[in-house]
């Protein structure tokens, strides 16, 4: 009887064979090979040789490295709060049913669909300094056009600008079909309640989109960490590594030096740092939940 | 205490009008139930009370006051919605309490109401409970508890039973009659279920099509029902209509149905020129009899208390009868109905209610 269940519960696996089969494939066994090859000093085209952590030792040590992470911490915490709460507002503002705010929807939502070489390019001929539509505006009012792309101190600021240009789009429509979850009756009792415009964001609103807030701000914070098309294609890393992040680093290493190891070792420690920030997303906001 | 006054008040939405001069008073500390079938009007109607929607034609009063430009917050009404519109992250205390916050109530008093309204209510060990942790029942009494604190001038009950199950149905029925004897307030509850608005109202007014049927007691809207509309739709099972013409027999209305005649206690006196006559009868007055009109059965309802028969004359007429509790009666059978003419009602051609004068 106990065998006969076992082979029965076993034929059910049948049903997510296809799907196990394709994640064992295209993404454990990536994952677990990627770690494994950390472990090495492999070239892209050559041999390998067995090196433990020395790759990590390295890594600590890479200064070029370091600037990197310093540089990718210093991006997602200059794109995740804006691209948290600005499409918080254009979805409170656009959560109508007028033209006009459907029209609104569509302009914002539409950077989001545009692939990065495009955003790059559009950006280009605005922020460079020769003839850009920002230095041609500022020679206008008779200023000297600002540095957005050679200035190290202004890189980075201006990836995260082009980035939240880019990205508002989703987290907006996110948080505009959470809004539509709201059951209107609520905001009716609201109404009954003697309750404030602010009032009524603050105590109705915003408690309703907490979750909806949570999951944008963890996938953001997953996708900023990861941040590589921009400053490849607008600064190569420059000026002097200062938009150089850490996935750009990884590619350089990996594709120009043709050392893998290094690279995989370097994947390893994103991968750590983005694991972890997530689940501290997560259990800083469960606990805030529950506590609540 | 406040009375309500509407006076010839019309609401369309676009293009489909919902509300067609309506007007109605209402006295202070009345209950009244607004009775009809979906897409009469009566929702709207209350939520143009409570001010969530807008008033196209007409006035509300409140009192000595006039409300249809004033807020929902301002109109001292308080409404329990009929999917509850509990606050889902506050608990059961901040949800009663929120209202009262928002108008700056002192915190000593807002806890003495909450607390208040929770012994009424039974909601006592609940107060720190969210929403999603309670039942269906529990839920619809906090609702009831989030309007009781406010102590309005006007509670307002939009088909506050249709959530609950049969049995819970039934108790919170009897609850809200007990409440309503408790707080004298005036009242308005929206219902389709005329068995609510029978038990619980002191006049209902039933609706359709955009405007008042009519408005009376209970028992009035049952034996005088204003016109055919009424009489169908208060009522279960409902009334028998029947084509009829009608002749005078000693000043009171004699009905032929379908050959026979069935003598009324209509005054001949009082009825219009008419080519189109109905009679009504209610399924209680037409009784299974040994003799009588002779009809087939068509489908038997036992009911346990009594038996409904659905049976036709000879003629083909449907009509509802009532028989015993331990009736014997199948389906296919040849019985004989036993009409009390004597408490039948007469519809015009335009629909309009004539019955039997009251001393009768």
């Not at chain 2, 059961?92 to 003495?112: H, Q, T, Y």
Request: aromatic share 8%.
């Amino acid at each position: 009887m106990g065998a006969r269940a076992a082979s029965r519960q076993w034929s059910n696996a049948l049903f997510v064979a296809p799907y196990l089969i394709a994640y064992l494939c295209l993404l454990i066994f990536p994952l677990v090979s990627g770690m494994g090859l950390s472990l090495f000093k492999a070239d892209l085209f050559g041999g390998r040789e067995f090196v433990g952590l020395e790759n990590f030792a390295r890594l600590f040590k890479d200064t070029v490295f370091l600037q990197s992470v310093a540089n990718t911490f210093y991006f997602v915490l200059l794109t995740v709060p804006p691209l948290t709460v600005i499409p918080l507002f254009l979805a409170l503002l656009l959560n109508r049913s007028d033209r006009t705010a459907a029209i609104f929807r569509g302009v914002f939502f539409s950077s989001s669909v545009l692939s990065v070489t495009i955003v790059t390019l559009i950006w280009r001929m605005i922020l460079m300094t020769e003839g850009g539509l920002a230095a041609n505006i500022r020679h206008a009012m008779g200023f000297d056009a600002i540095p957005f792309l050679s200035d190290p101190n202004l890189v980075m600021i201006s990836m995260a600008i082009i980035t939240v240009w880019w990205c508002l789009g989703l987290p907006m429509m996110l948080y505009l079909s959470a809004l539509q979850q709201v059951p209107q009756d609520i905001y009716e009792a609201a109404e009954l309640d003697n309750s404030g415009w602010f009032r009524t964001l603050w105590s109705i609103t915003l408690p309703a989109l907490s979750r909806t807030v949570i999951l944008v701000a963890i996938f953001q914070c997953v996708l900023q960490f990861q941040l590589f098309g921009q400053p490849q294609l607008i600064t190569q890393g420059g000026p002097n590594g200062a938009s150089r992040p850490i996935v750009l680093f990884i590619f350089e290493v990996g594709f120009r030096r043709w050392d893998i190891g290094y690279a995989a070792a370097a994947s390893q420690i994103l991968f750590g740092i983005i694991l972890l920030a997530t689940l501290i997303q997560y259990f800083v906001t469960s606990r805030k939940q529950v506590s609540s | 205490m406040s009375g309500i006054d509407i006076k010839n008040v019309s609401k369309a939405f676009g293009t489909t009008q919902v509300l067609d001069d309506v007007s109605l008073q209402i006295a202070p500390n009345e209950f009244i139930a607004f009775l009809g079938p979906s897409g009469c009007g009566k929702t709207t109607l209350l939520r143009m009370i409570a001010g969530l929607e807008t008033v196209d034609a007409g006035e509300i009063h409140i009192g000595d006051r006039r409300v249809d430009d004033l807020p929902p917050g301002q109109r001292g009404v308080a409404l329990v919605f009929q999917n509850y519109a509990l606050y889902p992250h506050m608990s059961v205390a901040d949800n009663m309490a929120f209202g009262l916050k928002n108008i700056g109530v002192a915190k000593d008093e807002i806890r003495r109401r909450v607390e208040d309204a929770a012994r009424i209510l039974e909601l006592d060990g609940l107060l720190a409970r969210k929403p999603g942790e309670l039942s269906g029942g529990q839920k619809q009494r906090v609702a009831i508890g989030r309007a009781i604190v406010k102590n309005p001038d006007l509670f307002l009950f939009d088909e506050p039973l249709s959530n609950l199950d049969a049995a819970l149905r039934m108790r919170t029925r009897l609850e809200l009659a007990q409440l309503r004897r408790r707080l004298k307030a005036t009242m308005i509850l929206v219902t389709h279920d005329q068995v609510e608005a029978m038990t619980l109202a002191d006049r209902i007014v039933v609706m359709k099509d955009r405007k008042v049927q009519q408005v009376g007691s209970p028992m009035e809207i049952y034996a005088r029902p204003a016109n055919v509309f009424v009489a169908g739709f208060v009522g279960s099972p409902s009334m028998n209509i029947l084509k009829a013409t009608i002749q005078d027999e000693g000043g009171f209305a004699v009905a032929i149905v379908a050959g026979t005649k069935i003598a009324t206690r209509v005054p001949m006196a009082g009825l219009p020129a008419s080519d189109h006559w109905r009679l009504g009868l209610r399924p209680e007055c037409v009784k299974v009899s040994n003799d009588g009109h002779p009809a087939t059965v068509e489908f038997v309802e036992r009911l346990g208390e009594r038996t409904l028969v659905y049976a036709k004359l000879s003629d083909g007429t449907p009509v509802t009868a009532e028989d015993a509790g331990n009736s014997r009666v199948a389906m296919g059978d040849a019985i004989h109905l036993r009409i009390d003419g004597a408490r039948a009602h007469l519809f015009s051609g335009t629909g309009d209610g004539y019955h039997a004068d009251e001393a009768a």
